[in-house]
């Protein structure tokens, strides 16, 4: 009987220190993978944040105007991201879903700027409004602000990927209605401020 169980044990043991070496043996085969598959992780994510860069250049060169006249802003909040906004004068007529021929230009300098980021840079568009009621000239076609900012943003996405040929799996639309001002909705300026499309570039 204690032959027995000096043999279990003996087993046991034995079992317990192949685990343990055999685990040992797979982190230290295994390190030297992952670590390279970090650094070229790490090389990737450099790549893309100097192609970002770039496009955020490109980007402000490309709509001086449209910047000086104020009718469009470029910010880099992180340096994986940036953000575009447009304003709703720029982009469209008074009383009007449909892109102006203005609003195409300057969708299509957006778009030759974020050409040159990565093909991974993700586009949210997004769509705001004044806290006033849609006006009479749109109030046929669409119920409230919610539904307005949502066409709005969804009518930029068509142009983007039909006019400007960006990849449609790329782009996510989001309609905000008036819930996130940037400026007093009490004066005209302040409203006008407000009704604004959003482009935000986000490196995946």
């Known amino acids: 009987m204690r032959c027995m169980m000096t043999a279990f044990i003996t087993m046991f043991l034995l079992s317990g220190c192949y685990t343990l070496n055999e685990e040992h043996y797979n982190s230290v085969v295994e390190t030297p993978a992952k670590v390279e598959q970090l650094k070229k992780s ?68 957006f778009a030759e700027a974020i050409a040159h980021a990565s093909s991974s840079a993700n586009i949210r568009i997004i769509g705001h409004t004044d806290s006033q009621p849609v006006g009479t000239l749109l109030r046929a076609s669409y119920t409230d602000n919610w539904e307005l900012s949502a066409a709005r943003a969804a009518a930029v996405a068509r142009f983007l990927v039909w006019g400007a040929n960006i990849e449609a799996n790329r782009i996510h639309i989001e309609g905000s209605a008036g819930t996130q001002p940037i400026a007093s909705n009490d004066t005209e300026k302040g409203r006008a401020q407000n009704r604004r499309i959003e482009l935000l570039v986000q490196e995946s």
Request: no cysteine.
């Open 42 to 109: 790490d090389e990737q994510m450099k790549q893309d944040i100097r192609l970002l860069k770039e496009a955020v250049s490109r980007l402000k060169n490309n709509m001086t105007t449209e910047i000086h006249n104020e009718a469009a802003a470029v910010i880099q909040p992180t340096e994986t991201s940036v953000k575009v906004t447009l304003q709703q004068s720029l982009l469209f007529d008074s009383g009007s879903s449909d892109i102006s021929g203005l609003g195409r230009e300057a969708l299509v300098k």
